[in-house]
């Protein structure tokens, strides 16, 4: 595609609800990143694939996060029993290789409520 | 770990003014690329120069320059004759040259409105 894209771009959760964010990456892209933006902040990294390998996921915060990414390209990100803590804008961005220096591509974000 | 600070949370420049968005970081890294990123209210985050910091030439990029004082740790974004589309959000980020998965780490932002 064009672009990476992510669905849904707005999510409203009920506190304890589980909710799945989906990524698609730019055709090719080896590597795929997820960041967590909380309002007014910067974002922040929570994992990275290269391919379908998770090779870092140290920066979910706890273990109600999952990610996977199972043939290499669409990921999908799932919170289990959402907190109101949870609140946030999710962004993926994804890459052609594995190499600092390559641009990392993001996708608009999906803005995810917990009530 | 790395840190990225921005101290200015809001600038605001006249149109076809030149504004300076400030940023520092701190690491124990000798190689490191530095990246100023623009999130516009549609919050797709685009890249809008980079650095390497083996350069001690700074970078360009038409409208846009850095500052980079890596002595100081500091990588200060400049934007030259502000049009209303630089509206936005900018983000100062760092990320490590090692190869494997190198995540970037940003600032907290700084808020750009242009005044017509």
């Known amino acids: 595609g064009a672009g990476v894209s992510q669905s849904p771009r707005y999510k409203v959760a009920k506190r304890g609800q589980d909710v799945a964010l989906r990524c698609d990456p730019i055709?090719?892209?080896?590597?795929l990143f997820w960041y967590q933006q909380a309002l007014g902040q910067g974002p922040e990294f929570l994992t990275y694939f290269q391919n379908e390998a998770q090779l870092d996921k140290s920066g979910l915060p706890s273990d109600r996060f999952f990610a996977e990414r199972p043939e290499g390209s669409v990921s999908t990100l799932k919170i289990q029993r959402t907190q109101q803590e949870d609140s946030a804008v999710y962004l993926c961005?994804?890459?052609?290789?594995?190499?600092?220096?390559?641009?990392?591509?993001f996708g608009p974000g999906t803005r995810l409520l917990v009530l | 770990a790395q840190t990225v600070t921005q101290s200015q949370p809001e600038m605001s420049v006249q149109e076809a003014e030149t504004v300076t968005l400030s940023c520092t970081y701190d690491t124990s890294e000798s190689d490191y690329y530095l990246f100023w990123y623009k999130q516009p209210p549609s919050r797709q985050m685009i890249l809008v120069i980079r650095q390497e910091a083996y350069k001690q030439q700074n970078a360009t990029e038409n409208r846009f320059s850095v500052n980079f004082q890596k002595a100081a740790k500091s990588f200060s974004l400049k934007i030259s004759d502000s049009q209303l589309g630089d509206a936005a959000m900018y983000f100062c980020a760092y990320r490590s040259a090692r190869t494997s998965g190198s995540r970037l780490t940003f600032g907290e932002g700084t808020q750009l409105t242009v005044n017509p």
């Open positions: 961005a994804s890459s052609f290789w594995d190499n600092p220096l390559e641009t990392q591509y």
């Open positions: 055709s090719g892209h080896v590597s």
